[in-house]
């Protein structure tokens, strides 16, 4: 299961994964019944969570909503630390995550928002780079693990601090190495190469420690919030949630 989910990761478009993958997944859950590990976005329990990355790691993917630890991470930190799930508030989702579309539409205190360049998930076609909204649009504006694939991550954080309104914040996810800087060639095209030196064949950079300050170049305050660090150690292991990761919480300057 590892090699399969690996190797389809690598190499089937985005696109359909996040059109078909579900359909497939689900049936999976079927085989994975069991209460050793539970998803706090969808509800459900298994015996353990399925394998997921180009480097397999166990115990990471939700086979129902397809929710990976860094999903469940971001769904506690909005139930416990924000009142997103309470509060009318207007809602951008960039390259929204199928794991959060449908639960977040139902949610009738939000107006929520999905826009994306390539995804079939989003109903507004949209380049972060050129968001189509007026200044001061946003409560709030999701980002997660797109700055990585984006020809200017500057250009597209200052327009993510255009649309917020005056107090809105966000939450930016990137994958984050533990390296000080961060690294981007924009001459390196090869697939190939870019998988080597940035980890995946549609990285255009490999963010380091300095993700947060880099970014807040833009404008936007962002802000390192150690929230797994919080939590009991029995929750953390009854999640499966990813005991390094930080919240990367963005504030309109």
């Given at each position: 299961m590892k090699s399969l989910i690996?190797?389809?990761?690598?190499?089937?478009?985005?696109?359909?994964?996040?059109?078909?993958?579900?359909?497939?997944?689900?049936?999976a859950a079927v085989f994975y019944r069991g209460n050793a590990v539970h998803c706090p976005i969808c509800e459900r329990s298994f015996r353990k969570f399925l394998p997921y990355g180009r480097v397999g790691r166990d115990n990471a993917l939700c086979p129902n909503c397809l929710g990976l630890e860094r999903h469940r991470l971001m769904w506690l930190f909005l139930k416990q630390e924000t009142?997103?799930?309470?509060?009318?508030?207007?809602?951008?989702?960039?390259?929204?995550?199928?794991?959060?579309?449908?639960?977040?539409?139902?949610?009738?205190?939000?107006?929520?928002?999905?826009?994306?360049?390539?995804s079939p998930l989003a109903t507004i076609k949209m380049d972060i780079h050129q968001i189509p909204f007026p200044d001061n649009s946003f409560d709030v504006v999701f980002s997660n693990h797109v700055l990585e694939h984006v020809e200017n991550d500057i250009e597209a954080c200052k327009e993510i601090n255009r649309v917020?309104?005056?107090?809105?914040?966000?939450?930016?996810?990137?994958?984050?190495?533990?390296?000080?800087?961060?690294?981007?060639?924009?001459?390196?095209?090869?697939?190939?190469?870019?998988?080597?030196?940035?980890?995946?064949?549609?990285?255009?950079?490999?963010?380091?420690?300095?993700?947060?300050?880099?970014?807040?170049?833009?404008?936007?305050?962002?802000?390192?919030?150690?929230?797994?660090?919080?939590?009991?150690?029995?929750?953390?292991?009854?999640?499966?949630?990813?005991?390094?990761?930080?919240?990367?919480l963005a504030r309109k300057s």
């Open positions: 690996s190797w389809t990761i690598r190499y089937v478009p985005r696109r359909y994964l996040q059109l078909f993958s579900h359909f497939f997944l689900r049936l009142d997103f799930f309470k509060n009318p508030l207007k809602v951008l989702h960039i390259a929204p995550e199928l794991c959060f579309l449908g639960r977040f539409e139902a949610l009738d205190n939000l107006e929520y928002i999905t826009g994306d360049l390539e917020l309104k005056p107090g809105g914040w966000g939450i930016v996810q990137s994958p984050v190495y533990d390296m000080e800087k961060t690294i981007e060639d924009p001459t390196l095209t090869d697939p190939s190469e870019r998988e080597r030196v940035f980890g995946q064949r549609d990285h255009v950079r490999k963010y380091g420690t300095d993700y947060a300050a880099r970014l807040s170049t833009s404008g936007l305050t962002v802000t390192e919030i150690p929230f797994v660090q919080t939590l009991d150690p029995s929750l953390i292991k009854k999640h499966a949630l990813p005991e390094k990761e930080l919240i990367y």
